[in-house]
């Protein structure tokens, strides 16, 4: 039996996190639950859809009253609070799979420059980042999991085969990205209040937005190119799901089917990425509560334009579905198991 712990379970990605791995189909049990808020609590009185599905109370994050009782970790902390876990629990000879960004990027001092002082650089490298699409072989041998950003994982899934095969420049790529609120995490602000986002749409952080050299590292890696992107995040008035539209600048000619082939052929085994027919654009709704990403594209020739569209639940493929999908794959369970269900409707 795999026994698993979930540092901060009581916020969106964590409460995912518990419904997602109570229908799983592996030998595995949720031994641990921590939030610091709920301690003492039933989960399912915090989480009441979770009611009869995960009999546990919460508790408080104690490193060494936790990892007797568990085989690997997910952490749900935010920056800088996990990277004081994650070298403890790795003490422990325990596998960590971290929602943060704090072993995402390889280096530290680009770290730095856009989040704060790393206590930890020594294991930047040893940390796998969480992508399965491009790192499936090493996710299998890794003690440290990098869960992607939730706009990283469209965006990269997006551009990488025109990337890959030569299709369009790496230099100047565009990606507007929308997301729902809960993207914003679970604890209130002036920007995610209610009559602050009802009936509103905004861009945020633009050209600054923590994600863009997460972006630029892993399409720089997987396609041994130079790649440069201008990013662009969006608030709309929805709870959870991300569309990304990416602009790529077309370096040899190719027609929308072409271009379709080439991305169908590159995700052709990939069971989590549907690439769509001629015509059919992707939207939230059919993503929704799934670890699903959905692309579609159209090429533009007129001006030498791709325009590569994706959408993906920003709760699940951008955060616990495919942490779990990393949990299959690093414990040897089928990389679908308990993954393989249609997305929620509204």
């Known amino acids: ?64 009253q936790i990892a007797p009782r568990v085989d690997l970790v997910f952490l749900g902390l935010p ?12 003490d422990h000879n325990k596998k960590v799979i971290d929602f943060s960004a704090d072993y995402r990027l390889k280096k530290a001092d680009v770290y730095e420059k856009w989040y704060q002082e790393h206590t930890s650089p020594h294991l930047l490298e040893k940390a796998v980042y969480g992508l399965p699409e491009i790192h499936r072989d090493e996710i299998r041998n890794a003690d440290l999991i990098a869960n992607p950003g939730c ?35 679970i604890a209130p602000s ?10 509103n749409f905004t861009a945020y952080k633009v050209g600054s937005h923590r994600h863009t050299p997460e972006i630029e590292q892993e399409l720089s890696l997987a396609s041994c190119k130079d790649v440069s992107v201008a990013f662009v995040p969006h608030y709309v008035p929805m709870s959870r799901g991300i569309l990304t539209t990416v602009y790529l600048r077309l370096s040899k000619a190719v027609s929308t089917i072409e271009l379709l082939g080439i991305y ?30 959905d692309i579609g594209l159209k090429v533009l020739e007129k001006t030498k334009t791709a325009i590569v569209i994706s959408a993906i639940d920003n709760l699940t493929k951008g955060a616990s579905s ?23 409707m509204p």
């Open 1 to 64: 039996m795999l026994r698993i712990g979930i540092i901060g379970a009581s916020g969106y990605s964590g409460s995912e996190l518990m419904r997602i791995l109570s229908n799983h189909t592996g030998d595995i049990k949720i031994t641990c639950a921590t939030s610091r808020t709920y301690a003492g609590q039933p989960v399912g009185r915090v989480l009441p859809n979770l009611r009869g599905l995960v009999d546990i109370k919460f508790e408080d994050p104690e490193v060494d």
């Open 322 to 344: 495919q942490a779990i999908q990393n949990m299959n794959i690093v414990s040897g369970f089928p990389e679908t198991a308990g993954l393989m269900y249609a997305g929620l």
């Open 151 to 185: 706009f990283p994982t469209g965006a990269i899934l997006a551009i990488l085969p025109a990337l890959k095969y030569d299709i369009a420049d790496a230099q100047g790529i565009v990606i507007d990205s929308k997301t729902g609120m809960s993207g914003a995490g």
């Open 264 to 293: 169908t052929q590159h995700y052709k085994d990939e069971p989590f990425v549907r690439v769509l027919d001629e015509g059919e654009i992707p939207q939230t709704q059919a993503v929704r509560g799934s670890n699903f990403c």
């Open 79 to 90: 920056h800088k609070t996990a990277m004081t876990f994650v070298p403890k629990f790795l």
């Open 190 to 199: 002036e920007a995610t209040h209610l009559p602050s986002r009802y009936d």
